[in-house]
């Protein structure tokens, strides 16, 4: 997964500075030229729907999610194991919740056959693919890992959970920066 990782932020990262490119000439041929390539707008929309559907899973596999974790360093190793077995389980439940209402969204633009309200008319369906794979690559992840953490915690192996699932501490992601520095 931390390869999937990587290169989801890569490609990510690519299609943003793409649209960058694309709404800078954009801009410059407007401004200079009169004219316009229409549908900047519309691909940035597009690029940032499967961006951040893709988001969920990289901060799902790198361990980025947001959690104040203010108390749960001083609880007990127990009780930070149970408090990480729910994160853990919210998670699935969120990507399965996002999986069945995606469905719903994809199964009416099918019916539909929903376009664009713009100069390109995109059939909606393809960007909603891009989006809807997101949320079920997002869902499979977070349902695998609710499962992994599920089993570990009915094991007692509270010091593998608290492992593998406890939010980043600042000490960790100094670590994670020095290793990148490293690295480079």
Same mark, same amino acid.
């Given at each position: ?22 709404? &800078? ?9 009169? *004219? ?5 707008? @519309? ?55 996002? %999986?069945?209402?995606?469905?719903? !969204? ?15 008319? &995109? ?30 915690? !009915? ?8 492992? *593998? ?5 600042? @000490? ?8 990148? %520095?490293?690295?480079?």
């Amino acid at each position: 997964m931390r390869h999937f990782s990587r290169l989801a932020s890569w490609l990510f990262g690519l299609a943003l500075v793409a649209l960058s490119l694309f709404v &800078t000439v954009e801009t410059i041929s407007r401004k200079l030229f009169n *004219h316009s390539f229409e549908g900047a707008d @519309e691909l940035g929309g597009y690029v940032l729907a499967i961006g951040s559907s893709l988001a969920f899973t990289v901060a799902l596999v790198e361990r980025a999610h947001v959690r104040i974790d203010v108390v749960h360093g001083r609880l007990p190793l127990r009780a930070r194991a149970v408090l990480d077995w729910l994160s853990a389980v919210s998670l699935g439940l969120l990507g399965g919740f996002l %999986v069945y209402i995606g469905y719903y !969204v994809i199964r009416d633009t099918l019916s539909y056959g929903s376009v664009a309200q713009s100069p390109w008319a &995109t059939p909606l369906i393809y960007p909603q693919s891009g989006w809807y794979a997101g949320y079920v690559l997002f869902a499979v992840a977070s349902v695998a890992l609710a499962v992994y953490a599920t089993v570990l915690l !009915v094991r007692g192996r509270f010091e593998a959970l608290s492992a *593998h699932f406890d939010p980043m501490g600042a @000490e960790d992601e100094v670590r994670e920066e020095l290793s990148h %520095v490293e690295a480079r």
